[in-house]
């Protein structure tokens, strides 16, 4: 009995921990951080309540080091930073049915396409848009890791490297 109760436990934590998500932290370094910056992350979300994806980004890019300072939303004074992620493919609906029915123990191959947009303005006039875009192919399968928050650290930190590089948004003295 306690070892079945056992295994039960640990299989239903196994697929737990196969659901949770979490973005890693950037790479990205600069000497001085950037002017202070109005910030709005308008990412897409699973619908789920209790999802914390768009406050993950953000505190990501906080801890960074990039910014001398983040305030939240787009500022009519100063510069602002709206990051956003333009519709791409994901997993087909065929797929994930396929997938739910053998649970997640097959693996299913699918194609995606994953974007990410940063757009820098100045007194809330555009200054410059940053287009990113990853594309590929993974497994739907509950022991293979989504491809997706890698490709979102990456595409953030190319970001922030062309903002830096570029000074679109100025350093601090």
């Not at 910030?39 to 001398?68: A, C, H, P, Y």
């Not at 590929?136 to 890791?145: F, N, R, T």
Request: hydrophobic share 40%.
């Amino acid at each position: 009995m306690i070892v079945r109760t056992f295994f039960l436990v640990l299989t239903g934590i196994l697929m737990l921990v196969g659901c949770t998500t979490t973005l890693p932290e950037l790479n990205h370094q600069q000497a001085k951080p950037f002017v202070p910056v109005g910030l709005q992350v308008s990412m897409l979300t699973t619908g789920r309540r209790g999802d914390t994806s768009n406050k993950e980004i953000v505190q990501r890019l906080k801890q960074s080091g990039s910014f001398s300072w983040l305030d939240e939303g787009i500022s009519r004074n100063g510069y602002s930073l709206l990051i956003s992620e333009p519709r791409g493919e994901r997993a087909n609906t065929a797929i994930v049915l396929l997938g739910a029915m053998t649970l997640l123990t097959v693996p299913l191959p699918y194609s995606y396409d994953q974007n990410l947009r940063g757009t820098v303005l100045k007194d809330g006039v555009l200054v410059k848009s940053y287009d990113y875009r990853r594309e590929g192919w993974s497994v739907l399968a509950w022991y293979v890791p989504a491809p997706f928050d890698q490709n979102k650290r990456d595409m953030l930190d190319e970001l922030l490297r062309d903002i830096n590089e570029e000074q679109t948004i100025p350093r601090q003295d």
